[in-house]
């Protein structure tokens, strides 16, 4: 009998997640690389992308001066690539593509990749969502979800990747939505 309950509950689960997964059109993304190419060249869809090179750390750690801080300069120069996926609707299923698929999409691979959520954060009428995943103490990747600044349906989704402390994670949080809408043009 306990067996049959244990797999049933652990059934349910599996069921529960595969519904979470499969929201967006076509085969769910497993990772956040795989969200960025499989919606990369789709109508309506802008991805950018930074790898930071010295030039780029510089530029970096120059932007972060201007924020006045120490750990903020400390934080940019820490990171070594940055992807900005935007999406703005012009049609209702668009719409419902943001409502409906984009965000329970990444909802799920954040969750199926054991991305830590992180406190949310309002910046006007803005949201952002965060989540970082982590090897022990340093953090590899922090994305955050949201909108793009002045279209309030809209999807975008910034993947921030490098080797954080905890400390360096907590600036990135503070500082992103400061140049939110920089980042989605």
Same mark, same amino acid.
Request: proline content about 4%; charged content about 20%.
């Given at each position: 009998m306990k067996i049959r309950l244990l797999t049933? !509950?652990?059934?349910?689960?599996?069921?529960?997640?595969t519904s979470c997964r499969s929201a967006g059109p076509g085969q769910p993304a497993k990772t956040v690389d795989q969200f960025f190419r499989k919606y990369e060249g &789709? @109508?309506? !869809?802008?991805?950018?992308?930074? @790898?930071?090179?010295? /030039? /780029? &750390?510089?530029?970096?750690?120059?932007?972060?001066s201007l924020g006045g801080e120490n750990s903020v300069t400390q934080a940019l120069s820490a990171v070594r690539s940055v992807k900005v996926l935007t999406f703005v609707p012009s049609s209702s299923s668009a719409r419902q593509l943001v409502a409906d698929g984009l965000n329970k999409e990444v909802d799920g691979l954040l969750a199926s990749e054991r991305y830590t959520p992180l406190p949310v954060t309002e910046s006007g009428t803005a949201v952002l969502r965060y989540a970082a995943r982590q090897q022990g103490d340093k953090v590899q990747e922090v994305v955050a979800t949201g909108n793009v600044d002045g279209a309030p349906e809209s999807f975008m989704l910034v993947a921030i990747s490098g080797n954080f402390t905890q400390d360096q994670l907590q600036q990135l949080v503070k500082f992103l939505p400061k140049v939110k809408s920089e980042i989605s043009k």
């Amino acid at each position: 009998m306990k067996i049959r309950l244990l797999t049933f !509950f652990a059934m349910a689960a599996l069921l529960a997640v595969t519904s979470c997964r499969s929201a967006g059109p076509g085969q769910p993304a497993k990772t956040v690389d795989q969200f960025f190419r499989k919606y990369e060249g &789709r @109508s309506g !869809f802008k991805v950018n992308d930074w @790898s930071a090179g010295l /030039t /780029t &750390r510089l530029l970096l750690m120059k932007v972060g001066s201007l924020g006045g801080e120490n750990s903020v300069t400390q934080a940019l120069s820490a990171v070594r690539s940055v992807k900005v996926l935007t999406f703005v609707p012009s049609s209702s299923s668009a719409r419902q593509l943001v409502a409906d698929g984009l965000n329970k999409e990444v909802d799920g691979l954040l969750a199926s990749e054991r991305y830590t959520p992180l406190p949310v954060t309002e910046s006007g009428t803005a949201v952002l969502r965060y989540a970082a995943r982590q090897q022990g103490d340093k953090v590899q990747e922090v994305v955050a979800t949201g909108n793009v600044d002045g279209a309030p349906e809209s999807f975008m989704l910034v993947a921030i990747s490098g080797n954080f402390t905890q400390d360096q994670l907590q600036q990135l949080v503070k500082f992103l939505p400061k140049v939110k809408s920089e980042i989605s043009k």
